[in-house]
């Protein structure tokens, strides 16, 4: 019996240098934020393993097939390693409708903290997830 590792189906090719590789999402409860992810995104995560135990990481993959370079996880912090965002990067995620998303993060237990306004001929608004980081919405003219 082989030891040798299964190669995966489809060999991961590193995006150009300088590209966006992977969102890290600190979190206290990671269960609590895959749980706010997946019902403003319906992002899928993938199986826990022992390597990564499901309250330690939680990775995924974002939706679009064109990004498939690009990964990330909710990860476990402690409160002396984690402050809730004030300033700093924020992603903005690319959505149909910003008021139907705010209202999501809202139900999901998120706050806002920036009410939408209008930006590059759309609307930008931005939230706090439950463990306190920022992520804007987007939606493009029309």
């Known amino acids: 019996m ?15 240098t300088g590209s966006p590789c992977w969102i ?4 206290l409860d990671v269960a609590r934020a895959r749980a706010f992810y997946t019902a403003l995104f319906a992002w899928n ?4 393993t022992e390597q990564y135990p499901a309250d330690q990481l939680a990775m995924f993959k974002l939706p679009d097939p064109a990004m498939k370079t690009l990964a ?8 002396g390693e984690h402050r809730a965002c004030v ?17 999501r993060a809202e139900q999901a ?16 608004a931005r939230v ?7 992520l804007g919405f987007y939606s493009g003219p029309g």
């Open 109 to 124: 237990g998120g706050r806002v903290v920036m009410p939408k306004k209008s930006e590059g001929g759309g609307w930008i």
């Open 128 to 134: 706090a997830d439950t463990e306190g980081n920022w």
């Open 45 to 48: 995560f993938q199986p826990a």
């Open 2 to 16: 082989s030891t040798e590792p299964t190669p995966p189906t489809e060999e991961w090719k590193p995006p150009p």
């Open 72 to 79: 990330g996880g909710i990860g476990l912090v402690t409160e």
């Open 24 to 27: 890290d999402i600190p979190a």
């Open 87 to 103: 300033g700093g990067t924020v992603v903005y995620y690319m959505v149909d409708d910003v008021d139907k998303f705010v209202a």
